[in-house]
C-alpha cells in the first residue's frame, strides 16, 4: 500500500463547477497535510495547509481533513480553465523524518471552457 | 522577492561527467531539501539539511552527494551520472524542519544524463 494514495485522473469539470480532489494516507501518524499545484514542467506550488480535522477555506478552494478516516480533500468552487494542472498530496510525520513531505502520486485535473 | 532559485534550469551531460547542481533561499530558511520527481515515481526526497553543516540522506541518496556551508546554499553533486538520474530536480527550503513548517520549491532542473 502507497503512503498517499491519489486517484491519477485526469478529473474533468466544466468550468464553474467544483472540482473535488481526494488524497489517503497510511500513517496515522500523520501530523501535516498539503496540497500542491504543479502545472506541466513547473515547480510544485503550495496552495493549502491544513493540520486538524474539519474545514479550512481559502478563495475558492476548501481543505477538509478527517484523521479517523485518513484523507484529506480540496475542494476548488468556479473552476477556471487557469485551474487544469496536476495537484499534489503532500503529508508530513508528527515524528522528526527530516522534515521530509511524502507525496501522492497527484490528480489531474482539466477544467474545460 | 523571496525566492529559492536553482542553476542551471536545464543540463545535457554524459555518463561520468561530474556536475553540480546549486540551490539559494534568501529567506533565511533553516532547512532545505532535494527532491527528484520521475513520470509513475512522483516526488521522491534525495537528502536534506536541517543546518549548516548537517545533513541527512532521504530514500533516494545514492548516487548523490550534498553540503551545506552556508545557510543560504545547498548543492546537490553528481560525482559520476549516470542515465537513471535523469530526471526532474526539485530544490526546496523551510523555516524549520518541524513537520508544520510549509516547504517551497525551486523552479527545477531538468537534468538529461547520455
Known amino acids: 500500500q502507497k503512503e498517499v494514495e491519489q486517484n491519477s485522473g485526469p478529473l474533468s469539470v466544466p468550468e464553474g463547477a467544483i472540482a473535488s480532489l481526494n488524497c489517503t494516507y497510511s500513517?496515522?501518524?500523520?501530523?501535516?497535510f498539503f496540497w500542491y499545484r504543479q502545472y506541466s514542467g513547473k515547480s510544485p506550488e503550495l496552495i493549502m495547509s491544513?493540520?486538524?480535522?474539519g474545514d479550512k477555506e481559502d478563495g475558492r478552494f476548501t481543505a477538509q481533513l478527517n484523521k479517523a478516516s485518513q484523507y484529506v480533500s480540496l475542494l476548488i468552487r468556479d473552476s477556471q480553465p487557469s485551474d487544469s494542472a496536476t495537484y499534489l498530496c503532500?503529508?508530513?510525520?508528527?515524528?522528526?523524518?527530516?522534515?521530509?513531505?511524502?507525496f501522492g502520486q497527484g490528480t489531474e485535473l482539466s477544467v474545460k471552457p | 522577492e523571496a525566492q529559492v532559485t536553482q542553476n542551471p534550469r536545464y543540463l545535457i551531460t554524459v555518463t561520468g561527467k561530474k556536475l553540480t547542481v546549486t540551490c539559494s533561499q534568501n529567506?533565511?530558511?533553516?532547512?532545505m531539501s532535494w527532491y527528484r520527481q520521475d513520470p509513475g515515481l512522483g516526488l521522491r526526497q534525495i537528502y536534506y539539511?536541517?543546518?549548516?553543516?548537517?545533513?541527512d540522506k532521504g530514500d533516494v541518496p545514492e548516487g548523490y552527494k550534498v553540503s551545506r556551508k552556508e545557510k543560504r546554499n545547498f548543492p546537490l553533486i553528481l560525482e559520476s551520472p549516470s542515465p537513471n538520474q535523469t530526471s526532474l530536480y526539485f530544490c526546496?527550503?523551510?523555516?524549520?524542519?518541524?513537520?508544520?513548517?510549509?516547504?517551497?520549491f525551486g523552479p527545477g532542473t531538468r537534468l538529461t544524463v547520455t
Open positions: 526546496a527550503s523551510s523555516p524549520s524542519s518541524g513537520a508544520t513548517y510549509e516547504q517551497y
Open positions: 500513517d496515522r501518524g500523520s501530523q501535516s
Open positions: 491544513i493540520y486538524s480535522n
Open positions: 503532500a503529508v508530513a510525520h508528527s515524528y522528526n523524518q527530516g522534515g521530509k513531505l511524502i
Open positions: 529567506m533565511n530558511h533553516e532547512y
Open positions: 539539511s536541517m543546518n549548516v553543516e548537517v545533513t
